[in-house]
């Protein structure tokens, strides 16, 4: 069954009309680098925004992080360089934004309140001038620009942690469709980075040959079973098949080396607008490095739920609580 994308422009005005009442600006300090070194000073200026400079000591790297794609790093209000801190990157969907994703989700004074450094980084523009990931053969490089967006990721990954005081344990992303697929591709290759990932809306590879990660990953898999363009029971964007977020949760306890039997269904959870405790909970343990896989199934939930602040919360518990040994 094919599925048809939405245009760039709806997407956008959804995302806005679905989260625009409830965004906010953060409180925590934003941080741009121009260059590495843990050493690097740190001024606050006015309006309580922070910025780190240096020269590039140890030779690591020069100019902003993400190059020609820069990101902003927000840090939390008591971010104490001498303290390693966890990181999240939230990565968008197709045709929108880092900014409008965080628009949507409002993850930054969670995340903040919790002591993350957090950045929302950019997809690449394709030839309609739509931003997106280059994630599985599914989505969403749908001119075949062959760009490496995996490569370019592990380097933000990577300049953030060498300008800032990262803990190497507590690395997360969060996707969300586009996004989704970026952080499962991410997960597969370089998997020595990256503690867990949360995938709303996305899926995994469909040919489990293309996914080889180095070690196991905590997966946290999020789906509406309604959802009319990512579909829950799989399906296929311009004759690429992708797999449901069932089967994509479990090639994941497949590749974590963790019991095939769902050993633990939990309360289900209210984390949306749709009336009652609506998402129910299923989760795999006994994996290999103590991780899990969960699968979070939202009913009568479409492509953007509507969210409670509770979400939130169990989004983060879930990274909190899911580290690297």
């Known amino acids: 069954m094919r599925v048809l994308l939405r245009s760039a422009g709806s997407l956008a005005l959804i995302l806005v009309a679905a989260c625009g009442a409830n965004a906010s600006t953060s409180e925590a300090p934003l941080l741009t680098a121009s260059a590495a070194a843990s050493g690097g000073s740190m001024n606050t200026g006015g309006g309580g925004a922070a910025s780190v400079s240096s020269t590039g ?137 990256i503690a867990s990932i949360a995938a709303l809306s996305g899926a995994q590879f469909l040919d489990l040959n293309q996914c080889k990660p180095s070690e196991a990953v905590n997966t946290l898999v999020i789906h509406g079973t309604l959802d009319p363009i990512i579909l829950y029971a799989g399906g296929n964007l311009f004759g690429h098949a992708y797999p449901g977020p069932v089967d994509t949760a479990k090639d994941w306890v497949h590749l974590n080396g963790c019991d095939p039997k769902v050993n633990e269904n939990l309360p289900p959870r209210d984390l949306t607008q749709v009336l009652g405790a609506e998402t129910k909970v299923m989760r795999w343990s006994g994996c290999e490095n103590k991780t899990v896989v969960e699968h979070w199934r939202i009913e009568g939930s479409g492509h953007l739920p509507l969210f409670k602040p509770s979400f939130k919360t169990a989004l983060f518990d879930f990274f909190d609580g899911h580290p690297k040994p």
């Not at 030779?59 to 902003?72: A, H, L, Q, S």
């Not at 930054?108 to 739509?130: C, I, M, Q, V, W």
């Open 57 to 193: 000591a140890g030779g690591v790297f020069e100019g902003p992080i993400g190059g020609d794609r820069p990101v902003i790093v927000s840090a939390p209000p008591d971010y104490d360089p001498n303290v390693p801190a966890p990181l999240l990157l939230l990565l968008h969907g197709y045709s929108g934004s880092g900014d409008v994703q965080e628009l949507y989700l409002d993850l930054d004074k969670e995340a903040a309140s919790r002591g993350y450094l957090f950045a929302h980084p950019d997809g690449t523009k394709d030839k309609n001038g739509l931003e997106f990931w280059n994630a599985t053969d599914a989505c969403c490089d749908f001119g075949n620009s062959g760009i490496d967006d995996s490569t370019y990721l592990a380097k933000v990954i990577a300049q953030i942690t060498q300008t800032f005081n990262v803990d190497p344990k507590r690395i997360h992303l969060m996707g969300h469709s586009n996004g989704a697929f970026m952080a499962h591709r991410m997960a597969c290759d370089h998997a020595d980075a």
